[in-house]
């Protein structure tokens, strides 16, 4: 009963912090040129880098390792008269090696793809909308052993497995390309896993304890779970001070079909400390919530410094 309390209020903090977020970009946004018909394009790269050597002789404790993370994000978006189309790419893959280990460890691993179609009503920044969302991750990802010497790792996830397709239709009402919350109430999503992690045969044991803990929500001897629900992603951009961008990408799914209190979440907050054109200082928080994968929050935070080029 504690633990679902105190999950619940992490829940309901992270939304009123975006709704909060949101509030404030709504009143720092300054006023735009209205956007031209066609195609715009743009994109950042960044790679963040963590580094830390102790000698021989150094005894407060510790010990060497090394780390980066690439980011690549990527718009296409489209234009025309009152029907718009936004297309954004966003690719991230980290990796830490520590002194001594016989293997590196993902800090980071994600492939993501999102596109919403909208046409404007009337004059207002309501639009009704069409949206597509696909994610993945791009390389294995393991569970390591440390108490065997040397470590051990079994194999847990993959490309594809797991891999998430969500779509449907709703509403978008957008500000700017900076500001903008997306509604949709008639999601469908599919949960795609690959086959080696769910075959577990024709006995009735195996199935029966495998589904007491399905892999992602999907059941023994199965490939791919179908859930109905509604989806809410919100995305908001500004600046703290002259230099220090935030931002805010939030994503809630509700399945219609099984457990529909139990709203998943995906938080994440880029903070950008602008040095020059090419060099800044990074700060990534995201939080994760999804009783399919893990019965609490995934947490993950990377601070380090950022090479940068604009595409």
Same mark, same amino acid.
Not at 126 to 145: H, V
């Given at each position: /009963? &504690?633990?679902?309390?105190?999950?619940?209020?992490?829940?309901? =903090?992270? =939304?009123?912090?975006?709704?909060?977020?949101?509030?404030?970009?709504?009143?720092?946004? @300054? @006023?735009?040129?209205?956007?031209?018909?066609?195609?715009?394009?743009?994109?950042?790269?960044?790679?963040?880098?963590?580094?830390?050597?102790? +000698?021989?002789?150094?005894?407060?404790? $510790?010990?060497?390792?090394?780390?980066?993370?690439?980011?690549?994000?990527?718009?296409? *978006?489209? #234009?025309? $008269? !009152?029907?718009?189309?936004?297309?954004?790419? /966003?690719?991230?893959?980290?990796?830490?090696?520590?002194?001594?280990?016989?293997?590196?460890? !993902?800090? +980071?691993?994600?492939?993501?793809?999102?596109?919403?179609? $909208?046409?404007?009503?009337?004059?207002?920044?309501?639009?009704?909308?069409?949206?597509?969302?696909?994610?993945?991750?791009?390389?294995?990802?393991?569970?390591?052993?440390?108490?065997? *010497?040397?470590?051990? #790792?079994?194999?847990?996830?993959?490309?594809?497995?797991?891999?998430?397709?969500?779509?449907?239709?709703?509403?978008?009402w957008k500000k700017s390309d900076n500001l903008k919350v997306n509604i949709a109430p008639a999601t469908s999503r599919m949960i795609f896993v690959n086959s080696r992690y769910t075959d577990?045969? *024709?006995?009735?044991?195996?199935?029966?304890?495998?589904?007491?803990?399905? &892999?992602?929500?999907?059941?023994? +001897?199965?490939?791919? #779970?179908?859930?109905?629900?509604?989806?809410?992603?919100? %995305?908001?951009?500004?600046?703290?001070?002259?230099?220090?961008? /935030?931002?805010?990408?939030?994503?809630? %799914?509700?399945? %219609?079909?099984?457990?529909?209190?139990?709203?998943?979440?995906?938080? =994440?907050?880029? /903070?950008?400390?602008?040095?020059?054109?090419?060099?800044?200082? +990074?700060?990534?928080?995201?939080?994760?919530?999804?009783?399919?994968?893990? !019965?609490?929050?995934? =947490? #993950?935070?990377?601070?380090?410094? $950022?090479?940068? %080029?604009?595409?």
């Amino acid at each position: /009963m &504690y633990f679902c309390n105190k999950t619940q209020n992490m829940k309901r =903090i992270f =939304i009123s912090l975006f709704a909060a977020l949101t509030a404030i970009s709504s009143f720092s946004q @300054e @006023e735009e040129d209205k956007p031209k018909d066609g195609w715009t394009k743009s994109g950042n790269f960044s790679l963040l880098f963590n580094q830390a050597a102790f +000698n021989a002789e150094w005894t407060g404790g $510790g010990t060497s390792n090394i780390a980066g993370n690439i980011s690549l994000t990527y718009d296409v *978006n489209y #234009r025309k $008269g !009152k029907l718009t189309w936004d297309n954004r790419f /966003m690719g991230d893959y980290g990796l830490t090696k520590i002194k001594g280990d016989d293997f590196e460890r !993902k800090t +980071n691993d994600r492939l993501e793809i999102n596109s919403v179609l $909208g046409y404007q009503i009337n004059e207002t920044n309501w639009a009704y909308s069409f949206f597509t969302n696909f994610r993945t991750q791009f390389a294995k990802g393991y569970d390591f052993d440390d108490s065997t *010497n040397p470590v051990t #790792r079994i194999e847990t996830t993959r490309f594809m497995s797991p891999g998430y397709l969500q779509f449907g239709p709703g509403m978008l009402w957008k500000k700017s390309d900076n500001l903008k919350v997306n509604i949709a109430p008639a999601t469908s999503r599919m949960i795609f896993v690959n086959s080696r992690y769910t075959d577990v045969g *024709n006995d009735p044991a195996a199935i029966e304890a495998f589904n007491l803990s399905p &892999y992602f929500g999907v059941e023994a +001897n199965e490939t791919m #779970r179908f859930e109905f629900g509604a989806s809410v992603s919100g %995305y908001a951009k500004f600046d703290l001070v002259e230099n220090v961008t /935030m931002e805010n990408i939030l994503n809630l %799914y509700s399945n %219609y079909l099984e457990d529909p209190q139990n709203v998943d979440i995906d938080y =994440i907050m880029n /903070m950008v400390l602008k040095v020059n054109d090419y060099l800044s200082a +990074n700060v990534i928080f995201q939080a994760i919530y999804d009783d399919n994968a893990v !019965k609490g929050f995934q =947490i #993950r935070e990377v601070l380090g410094i $950022g090479l940068n %080029y604009k595409l």
